[in-house]
């Protein structure tokens, strides 16, 4: 039982380059998030997944797109990359109606520096 | 104003030390409190549930304020490996299961 994973752990990317951050769980969590964490910022979230084939905005969703591939997995896009977008980024999931919904189980992280 | 507000310290305390932290959040409709645990450079990790009650989870004591909005976190007895970063979350009962973290209060220990 890996909980979630995230990959890649370290990307360096080039001011207008494209890249997918990668998501999975394996809890059978209904719920899926992706956060950025800035210094000082704490954590915002960019997207979230209730289910199975819905996605909404979070807080600070501009330059980010994300697909919930199936249950497992959901992934985030950034399609031209800036250096605002430099951050670590967690992925998330919740159980949603099983034990304590609201807790949050998190990815190891992707460490994101865009020059 | 933002929905969950902490001291971010840091606080430095001794070995053995009792510590508080707080928390206020701005939305009266939160209906789930938590404290998270996030060590360096590392995610962020549920360490306790706060219920209006109170609850207590053997060094640690949790505490809510509805009439106030403020929420608690009470440490004794600290030891080294207490050492990181504890995140006040809240979530307003929305079925999505939408959290708001604070900035985090960071606490070194020191022998």
């Known amino acids: 039982n890996a909980g979630v994973t995230q990959t890649p752990k370290f990307q360096v990317l080039k001011t207008g380059q494209s890249m997918t951050l990668q998501c999975a769980q394996d809890?059978?969590?209904?719920?899926m998030y992706w956060y950025r964490q800035d210094p000082g910022m704490g954590l915002r979230l960019i997207y979230y997944?209730?289910?199975?084939?819905?996605?909404d905005k979070g807080e600070v969703p501009n330059g980010y797109n994300v697909s919930r591939l199936n249950k497992r997995e959901f992934s985030l896009r950034l399609e031209s990359a800036a250096p605002s977008q430099t951050s670590v980024y967690f992925c998330?999931?919740?159980?949603?109606?099983?034990?304590?919904?609201?807790?949050?189980?998190f990815g190891p992280g992707t460490r994101l520096t865009v020059t | 104003r933002k929905e969950v507000e902490q001291d971010p310290g840091p606080f430095n305390v001794p070995e053995g030390a009792t510590v508080a932290f707080n928390c206020t959040y701005s939305?009266?409709?939160?209906?789930?409190f938590f404290w998270y645990r996030q060590d360096c450079r590392k995610e962020p990790k549920l360490l306790m549930s706060?219920?209006?009650s109170g609850n207590e989870d053997g060094r640690f004591t949790a505490q809510l304020n509805r009439a106030s909005q403020y929420i608690s976190l009470l440490i004794r007895d600290s030891k080294l490996s207490d050492s990181a970063t504890y995140l006040c979350?809240?979530?307003?009962?929305?079925?999505?299961?939408?959290?708001?973290f604070g900035r985090g209060t960071q606490l070194t220990v020191w022998p």
């Open positions: 998330a999931s919740s159980p949603l109606g099983q034990g304590d919904p609201y807790e949050q189980y």
């Open positions: 809890m059978n969590h209904n719920s």
């Open positions: 997944s209730a289910s199975e084939g819905t996605t």
């Open positions: 939305n009266s409709a939160s209906q789930s």
């Open positions: 706060v219920y209006s």
């Open positions: 979350v809240v979530n307003r009962g929305s079925t999505l299961g939408r959290l708001y």
